[in-house]
């Protein structure tokens, strides 16, 4: 049953975004986080809405995906919206014993909820129509200019990729010491916070210790096959731009341009 | 035939220490140990648990480095820092733990990454893990979670993963150890197919007497030393001594050792089924 588990939130289909290559859609994520913070007028977040409604139709992943993402945050969501609503000074238009609405609390705080929920939106687009491989794969090659300034970008990669590798395998693992520590005695079910976190150091410390043999292990056959770090390293998936990924990158630049020319030019 | 591998009086010894670093205890893991491995051949290493059966093999990829002695893999002295990639690249191994030696999150990325570390081009990496995937019957997986499978069929992509790299010889640490019947009998199948169709020397580690039976020769290890050496016909006729090496004999061997002690006319060593029958009727 574990096994089955997916990663990230991958949704299996075939469309024109699942096709763009990897670093195309991190860029565009991070265009689209960035431009939502350079609108300041309800036209610009029309815009905003209306890029997002195309690229979610584009990638034909249900929309119901993109709310699942969004119910994580709806405590986050409640409090900003709250606070904002209730406690910006300004013009009041309805209050009652400490609590009262301005004009502009109402204006903050819609946006505030409406730049949360799509920034969430956005980033789920990503991480539905890219599998945490070919993630890891365009961070590695996206960010190869970190190189650079020694941040070691081909590592990190690997250890995401070994992680995402292991977490299954760990998961079961897990399963099958809780039921050993069941099987014993241990008592996981308890409502008392307290004795809930007392019961998962039996759990905990057989899970680190056989993590680090694992890692052990793994070291050890990864030096077996000839692993030497990133130099010289082939690819046998290789990323390569196509012809899609230019018009992804237009796409983008349009939007950003867009978003920067409503932001300076229109003033309601 | 050339001798693709040779140790010459290996040593290994593990050295103890305490917090300070001082020195606690040496025990000695391998201890004089020469043999040759021809091209082609199939080697079975056996020995009890402690025997330094496992040390012996991590020198052949030069993960150990001998204390006294030289190892050398297809020529090359395996302690020579500049050999280490191509002794690696010569001499494959295959670990105990399926789960913890499959690096990728799918079966062909897998058996790619050892190509990808030897900087072959993308376009032979795909045709080398065709290849080996085909050569250990696991194609029709290559889309596949290594989670997805059974042990016996990570232990084959594990295999293939080696193979890909072209190895000339491939030492297996006890390949089979956590596995049931059935995958056991499928790597081992795997295992004698490489050997006879592909030609690569295998040196097969294990405790399990049955897998030996189709090798060329047998080392049996005890103490860190070679205790027997030899075909396996002549191994398994020394039962009493075997014995004496906490090792069992394969149970048609025993059987039929114990009907000669009993006075039937049967030759020594005798190892598989068909064998005995043969020789009763």
Same mark, same amino acid.
């Given at each position: 049953?574990?096994?089955?588990?997916?990663?990230?939130?991958?949704?299996?289909?075939?469309?024109?975004?699942?096709?763009?290559?990897?670093?195309?859609?991190?860029?565009?994520?991070?265009?689209?986080?960035?431009?939502?913070?350079?609108?300041?007028?309800?036209?610009?977040?029309?815009?905003?809405?209306?890029?997002?409604?195309?690229?979610?139709?584009?990638?034909?992943?249900?929309?119901?995906?993109?709310?699942?993402?969004?119910?994580?945050?709806?405590?986050?969501?409640?409090?900003?919206?709250?606070?904002?609503?209730?406690?910006?000074?300004?013009?009041?238009?309805?209050?009652?014993?400490?609590?009262?609405?301005?004009?502009?609390?109402?204006?903050?705080?819609?946006?505030?909820?409406?730049?949360?929920?799509?920034?969430?939106?956005?980033?789920?687009?990503?991480?539905?129509?890219?599998?945490?491989?070919?993630?890891?794969?365009?961070?590695?090659?996206?960010?190869?200019?970190?190189?650079?300034?020694?941040?070691?970008?081909?590592?990190?990669?690997?250890?995401?990729?070994?992680?995402?590798?292991?977490?299954?395998?760990?998961?079961?693992?897990?399963?099958?010491?809780?039921?050993?520590?069941?099987?014993?005695?241990?008592?996981?079910?308890?409502?008392?916070?307290?004795?809930?976190?007392?019961?998962?150091?039996?759990?905990?410390?057989?899970?680190?210790?056989?993590?680090?043999?694992?890692?052990?292990?793994?070291?050890?056959?990864?030096?077996?096959?000839?692993?030497?770090?990133?130099?010289?390293?082939?690819?046998?998936?290789?990323?390569? +731009?196509?012809?899609?990924?230019?018009?992804?990158?237009?796409?983008?630049?349009?939007?950003?341009?867009?978003?920067? +020319?409503?932001?300076?030019?229109?003033?309601? | &035939?050339?001798?693709?591998?040779?140790?010459?009086?290996?040593?290994?010894?593990?050295?103890?220490?305490?917090?300070?670093?001082?020195?606690?205890?040496?025990?000695?893991?391998?201890?004089?140990?020469?043999?040759?491995?021809?091209?082609?051949?199939?080697?079975?290493?056996?020995?009890?648990? #402690?025997?330094?059966?496992?040390?012996? /093999? *991590?020198?052949?990829?030069?993960?150990?480095?001998?204390?006294?002695?030289?190892?050398?893999?297809?020529?090359?002295?395996?302690?020579?820092?500049?050999?280490?990639?191509?002794?690696?690249?010569?001499?494959? &191994?295959?670990?105990?733990?399926?789960?913890?030696?499959?690096? #990728?999150?799918?079966?062909?990325?897998?058996? #790619?990454?050892?190509?990808?570390?030897?900087?072959?081009?993308?376009?032979?990496?795909?045709?080398?893990?065709?290849?080996?995937?085909?050569?250990?019957? &696991?194609?029709?997986?290559? *889309?596949?979670?290594?989670?997805?499978?059974?042990? #016996?069929? *990570?232990?084959?992509?594990?295999?293939?993963?080696?193979? /890909?790299?072209?190895?000339?010889?491939?030492?297996?640490?006890?390949?089979? /150890? &956590?596995?049931?019947?059935?995958?056991?009998?499928?790597?081992?199948?795997?295992?004698?197919?490489?050997?006879?169709?592909?030609?690569?020397?295998?040196?097969?580690?294990?405790?399990?007497?049955?897998?030996?039976?189709?090798?060329?020769?047998?080392?049996?290890?005890?103490?860190?030393?070679?205790?027997?050496?030899?075909?396996?016909?002549?191994?398994?006729?020394?039962?009493?001594?075997?014995?004496?090496?906490?090792?069992?004999?394969?149970?048609?061997?025993?059987?039929?050792?114990?009907?000669?002690?009993?006075?039937?006319?049967?030759?020594?060593?005798?190892?598989?089924?068909?064998?005995?029958?043969?020789?009763?009727?």
């Amino acid at each position: 049953m574990i096994r089955d588990i997916t990663l990230g939130q991958y949704y299996s289909t075939e469309s024109v975004i699942h096709r763009l290559d990897p670093r195309v859609k991190l860029v565009g994520t991070l265009c689209y986080i960035i431009s939502l913070f350079l609108i300041k007028n309800p036209i610009g977040y029309l815009v905003a809405a209306i890029f997002l409604a195309m690229v979610i139709w584009l990638s034909r992943v249900p929309v119901k995906f993109m709310i699942r993402g969004l119910k994580a945050i709806v405590l986050l969501l409640l409090i900003a919206g709250f606070f904002n609503l209730f406690f910006t000074p300004g013009e009041p238009l309805w209050s009652w014993k400490a609590l009262t609405i301005t004009k502009e609390g109402i204006v903050t705080a819609t946006t505030m909820v409406l730049r949360l929920m799509f920034l969430i939106m956005g980033s789920s687009v990503m991480t539905l129509t890219t599998t945490p491989n070919n993630l890891t794969d365009g961070m590695e090659k996206g960010l190869g200019f970190l190189k650079l300034i020694k941040v070691p970008v081909h590592e990190i990669a690997m250890m995401m990729s070994i992680a995402l590798r292991f977490i299954p395998i760990l998961l079961e693992e897990t399963d099958k010491i809780m039921k050993a520590q069941i099987a014993r005695g241990a008592d996981f079910e308890s409502k008392n916070l307290i004795k809930k976190a007392k019961a998962l150091v039996p759990l905990l410390v057989p899970l680190f210790v056989s993590a680090f043999r694992r890692a052990n292990d793994l070291a050890l056959a990864m030096e077996a096959r000839c692993y030497r770090g990133g130099e010289g390293r082939t690819k046998m998936k290789p990323l390569i +731009y196509k012809k899609r990924d230019a018009a992804g990158y237009l796409v983008i630049l349009l939007y950003l341009v867009v978003c920067i +020319y409503i932001g300076r030019v229109i003033k309601l | &035939m050339k001798d693709i591998l040779t140790t010459e009086n290996l040593t290994f010894d593990y050295i103890r220490r305490d917090d300070e670093g001082n020195v606690e205890g040496i025990t000695t893991a391998v201890d004089n140990v020469s043999l040759d491995v021809k091209e082609g051949e199939f080697i079975a290493i056996l020995g009890a648990n #402690g025997s330094g059966k496992s040390t012996l /093999a *991590k020198h052949i990829n030069a993960i150990l480095y001998p204390t006294e002695g030289t190892v050398y893999v297809d020529g090359k002295d395996t302690s020579d820092d500049k050999n280490l990639w191509d002794v690696r690249q010569s001499a494959g &191994m295959v670990f105990q733990n399926p789960d913890n030696q499959i690096i #990728g999150q799918i079966v062909e990325e897998d058996v #790619g990454f050892g190509p990808e570390n030897l900087g072959v081009p993308t376009k032979e990496i795909w045709e080398r893990v065709e290849e080996s995937l085909k050569a250990v019957h &696991m194609y029709e997986y290559r *889309k596949k979670s290594p989670n997805r499978l059974s042990g #016996g069929q *990570k232990q084959r992509v594990s295999i293939a993963g080696v193979l /890909a790299m072209h190895p000339k010889c491939i030492v297996l640490d006890e390949p089979t /150890a &956590m596995l049931d019947p059935s995958g056991r009998k499928e790597v081992i199948r795997a295992i004698r197919a490489l050997n006879d169709v592909e030609k690569i020397t295998v040196i097969l580690i294990t405790h399990y007497m049955e897998e030996t039976i189709y090798a060329d020769r047998i080392f049996v290890m005890d103490k860190g030393r070679i205790a027997m050496e030899g075909t396996p016909k002549e191994v398994f006729s020394k039962v009493e001594k075997l014995k004496r090496l906490r090792l069992d004999v394969p149970q048609v061997t025993l059987l039929a050792h114990e009907l000669k002690k009993a006075g039937l006319p049967l030759s020594d060593g005798i190892l598989t089924t068909e064998e005995l029958i043969c020789q009763l009727s």
